[in-house]
């Protein structure tokens, strides 16, 4: 259910962001409401996993193979190297399944 959730918030939070940058759409926004949406993403999308990662973590030796632990991390260090929002959530989310199906 949860990563019905995740998936259907990304999804809706992605076309609205879309909507506005879509070169058809005769909408102008000023400098300043854009430079505001190009933080509600990565906003969005850290207050929905902050729970989920930080949730289940635990302070002894397992944790260190908690997937939502090593995802999170990784996320994290990909949004310091990568400047591209999508490709950061959608590598994390592929590390993420990879490590839970190999732990």
Do not use: W
């Not at 259910?1 to 992605?14: E, R």
């Not at 969005?44 to 989920?52: S, Y």
């Not at 991390?73 to 994390?92: C, D, E, G, P, Q």
Request: glycine share 4%.
């Amino acid at each position: 259910m949860s990563y019905d959730l995740i998936f259907l918030m990304a999804l809706i939070t992605f076309f609205m962001r879309y909507a506005f940058f879509m070169e058809k759409l005769p909408v102008k926004l000023d400098m300043r409401v854009q430079r505001f949406l190009s933080f509600t993403a990565p906003c969005i999308l850290t207050a929905m996993a902050a729970p989920i990662v930080f949730g289940e973590v635990t302070f002894n030796t397992h944790d260190l193979t908690n997937p939502f632990l090593l995802g999170g991390i990784l996320a994290i260090v990909l949004s310091l190297l990568v400047k591209n929002t999508l490709i950061v959530v959608l590598a994390s989310m592929g590390a993420f399944f990879l490590l839970k199906t190999l732990l």
